[in-house]
């Protein structure tokens, strides 16, 4: 027989197509090519102009300029638009036509950086002695050879670059577009190139603004519920279990402590999360929990849990003779999380997402009709199972008065919706469907592809059996000081994802005209709520706000040795003794001594923690230290803890600090590091007095006022309380606000202050005088407690 011919191979049937690299002269000779097209039209025109020379010698002697100038109106016209045309295209390039979201500050001169349209005019704008073009052409040649590693695929090109850190799954769309900096172990985006600050508000306040937050880490405890309870117990305060939070329906906020170090030793906050079981299953052989964590504390949050473990493995040995059996595991790697925020969030949800049809009536008819996050009950949790988003795509646009209209059947505006178990069910929970939806059976192309086929631009693409079908997690968050939300807050949902798909879903949500926001935004959203942002405002009483404030505090410092001194603020010169870092030891005077036995007593350097909630939100002006301490000893002896000895009462009192946020009265707006002094009952009068008889009186000739005039003095170190941690002008209240940190006993003396009686709407408001570390004049503000 003969040998069988071998069948030619055929092309793959979703290959991309090779693009050829045009090279600039190419597009220089294209341009000299259609000029030559019109070589040949001289003579045409010589012999017009001849022509209207002979009609000219016909024309009359003497015209009328009106009528003229009305026949001729039309060829004004066009003189006009040529010189407009011909000033832009002398004064401007061609990437600078490009619309201002596209535009990047350092602009390329690569004619190929620009759209097709507009490469032929980028060519012919280059300068002659320009080589910018030649070494891009360069390095495409050496590229296309092999010797710019592209021997190597692009995933392990990307690898090689995230040695050192970890890029978010969103880092290419980012990465265009923001100020990225390497914090906590990622690449994280910092704010957007152009100028967002109010438009990142409005679009918290009245439309949607999404973060790419797949940085936070989770880990998996899988367990009996009482171990699990014994294991969180020593090392959590906040509330965990119970009916409400282990049928899985809400989500549980607690803060991690070290372990049996309560109330010091904070770690941070943190989320904790139930696995809901299903209505049919009678018997729980075990219990699953998610603990959601921010990277800067994931480590030692990681290690108080091995610890924890190890203890509670010892107690269940001396009780049941059985150890704890607790499996915990690092989830990061296996699940991506977004955020979206304000209140037409849930419309865009609903555009970006489309619900599979397997999915129950109950949880149709909520997704169907979801709208303003508010309405629904704070930290719910919601399972559903949605299709391929890029089938979807682009999603649809709502026109606006829908969202001011009633939604469905008025579900939402009646009342408060809570979840349910058939609600918070998912299937993203199981293992094995998290590492099947994590596969991307279809890419972008092939999805083109298949739209290409249908023919109508425009139509939608129908699910397929082999479509992609997304398990996700809604959890509503609200950001709000507890116990209750105020008209400040702010109200969305933190979308939890299989790996691979948040990059897809944020192109979604961003189509919706949903702002996209960096670190810096999130931190101002929640100023403007009146909630301390984690690290940010943690400084001094944990870790990891103390490494984020050293790293921001050296920053600046740096910044400020580099100006001369004329002109930098010279902070020794208006007595700011600290303007970097806060220096708790002038704030938490402790006992004094005599000289001689200042010589025998070591004095420690203060150790300030953070007074946790709900202590925070029940202060007592007549608060004693040992009936703090009775109250601490109580919490304790709920976590099972051993009582703190009344030896550590003074100094648990003395160096317990609070969150605050500074409302000025009148003029100010406060900025970070702005001191925070108290006023005594003299001092307190005086500002009083002028802030009640200050008349705004913009045709006043008086050189200065009383409130001027008590903000020049300068205060005393002695009357030093605290610090702010962040500060400006708050776009919600329209004045001054800032956030800071003052001493519990500070707090106490300024509650105490008698008030005379004709003033009863000054009682216990706690009032204080704030000026920042480059300022000389003291404002009047006043201080409220945030839990």
């Known amino acids: 027989m003969s040998k069988q011919q071998s069948k030619p191979t055929l092309p793959k049937p979703y290959s991309r197509p090779q693009k050829a690299i045009h090279k600039t002269v190419d597009l220089l000779q294209k341009n000299e090519s259609c000029g030559v097209r019109g070589k040949g039209k ?127 799954p969103t880092h290419l769309w980012h990465a265009k577009r923001y100020h990225m900096e390497n914090l ?69 906020r607690v803060s991690f402590y070290q372990h049996s170090t309560f109330p010091r030793g904070l770690v941070g906050p943190a989320e904790i999360l139930w696995q809901p079981q299903p209505s049919t299953s009678q018997f729980k052989p075990c219990s699953k929990i998610w603990i959601r964590l921010h990277p800067s504390i994931f480590t030692q949050v990681w290690e108080s849990l091995k610890i924890s473990s190890l203890q509670a493995t010892n107690v269940t040995n001396s009780t049941t003779k059985t150890g704890a059996n607790l499996q915990i595991k690092n989830r990061s790697e296996e699940l991506e999380a977004l955020e979206i925020t304000g209140p037409r969030s849930g419309e865009v949800l609903r555009r970006v997402f489309k619900l599979c049809k397997r999915e129950k009536a109950q949880k149709g008819m909520f997704f169907n009709n979801l709208g303003d996050p508010v309405r629904i009950s704070d930290g719910a949790v919601i399972g559903l199972s949605v299709y391929d988003p890029r089938l979807n795509f682009p999603p649809r646009r709502l026109a606006i008065e829908d969202f001011d209209a009633e939604d469905g059947d008025g579900t ?29 059976r279809y890419t972008k192309y092939q999805l083109d592809a298949r739209r290409h086929r249908l023919g109508l631009p425009g139509t939608r693409l129908h699910p397929a059996s082999s479509d992609n079908r997304l398990p996700m997690i809604l959890i509503h968050h609200s950001t709000h000081p507890p116990p209750t939300p105020n008209s400040h807050s702010f109200y969305g949902f933190t979308i939890l994802l299989p790996s691979s798909w948040a990059q897809y879903v944020l192109n979604s949500i961003a189509y919706c005209s949903t702002f996209v926001g960096g670190l810096k935004e999130r931190q101002v959203q929640h100023r403007e709520a009146g909630v301390p942002s984690f690290p940010e405002c943690y400084g001094n009483v944990c870790k990891a706000g103390a490494d984020w404030e050293k790293r921001v505090r050296s920053d600046e410092n740096e910044t400020w040795n580099k100006k001369p001194p004329a002109k930098r603020v010279g902070f020794d010169k208006i007595g700011i003794s600290c303007p970097w870092l806060p220096n708790w030891s002038l704030t938490m005077k402790q006992e004094k001594f005599s000289k001689e036995e200042e010589s025998f007593v070591v004095q420690s350097a203060p150790r300030p923690y953070l007074v946790p909630y709900p202590f925070s939100a029940h202060l007592d002006p007549d608060l004693t230290p040992p009936q703090y301490l009775t109250a601490l000893n109580a919490f304790r002896a709920q976590r099972c803890l051993q009582p703190l000895p009344s030896a550590q009462a003074d100094d648990l009192y003395r160096e317990a600090v609070l969150h605050v946020e500074v409302q000025m009265l009148r003029r100010g707006s406060p900025g970070d590091m702005a001191v925070i002094c108290s006023l005594d009952k003299q001092e307190r009068h005086e500002w009083i007095d002028a802030y009640e008889n200050e008349i705004d009186d913009l045709g006043s000739v008086e050189e200065m006022s009383v409130l001027q ?63 920042n570390r480059n300022g000389r004049v003291s404002r009047l503000a006043e201080l409220k407690v945030v839990c």
């Open 42 to 168: 001289e003579k045409d025109i010589l012999g017009d102009v001849m022509s209207l020379v002979d009609d000219v010698k016909r024309l009359p002697g003497m015209i009328s300029v009106e009528k003229f100038a009305q026949t001729r109106a039309m060829e004004i016209y066009a003189f006009q638009t040529a010189i407009k045309a011909a000033e832009a295209q002398g004064n401007t390039r061609a990437f600078q036509s490009l619309p201002r979201h596209l535009r990047r500050r350092a602009a390329s001169h690569n004619p190929r950086r620009v759209p097709r349209r507009l490469r032929s005019r980028a060519a012919a704008e280059i300068d002659t002695g320009d080589t910018i073009a030649k070494k891009h052409r360069k390095i495409a040649k050496q590229r296309a050879k092999g010797n710019l590693r592209s021997h190597l695929k692009r995933a392990t090109l990307f690898r090689l670059r995230q040695r050192s850190k970890s890029w978010l």
């Open 184 to 252: 906590w172990g990622w690449r994280l985006p910092i704010t957007p190139t152009l100028k967002c600050f109010r438009h990142a508000y409005r679009a918290g306040r009245r439309k949607a603004v999404a973060w790419d937050v797949s940085y936070y880490g989770i880990v998996e405890v899988e367990g009996k519920r009482q171990d699990i309870i014994n294991l969180l117990t020593p090392i959590t305060g906040g509330k965990f279990a119970g009916q409400r939070f282990e049928n899985g329906t809400t989500v549980a």
């Open 412 to 440: 939402f505006h009646s009342r408060i919706v809570k979840s349910s178990i058939e609600l918070a069910y998912s299937s993203l929970w199981d293992e094995k469907a998290r590492e099947q939806a994590s596969q991307v």
């Open 709 to 771: 005039k008590l903000g020049e003095s300068r205060p005393s170190e002695q009357h030093l309380i605290g610090w702010t941690t962040t500060g400006n002008i708050s776009l919600t209240r329209g004045r001054g606000y800032a956030l800071g940190v003052i001493t519990l006993s500070g707090y106490l003396d300024l509650l105490r202050v008698k008030v005379e009686e004709n003033r009863a709407q000054w009682k216990h408001k706690a009032l204080v005088c704030i000026r």
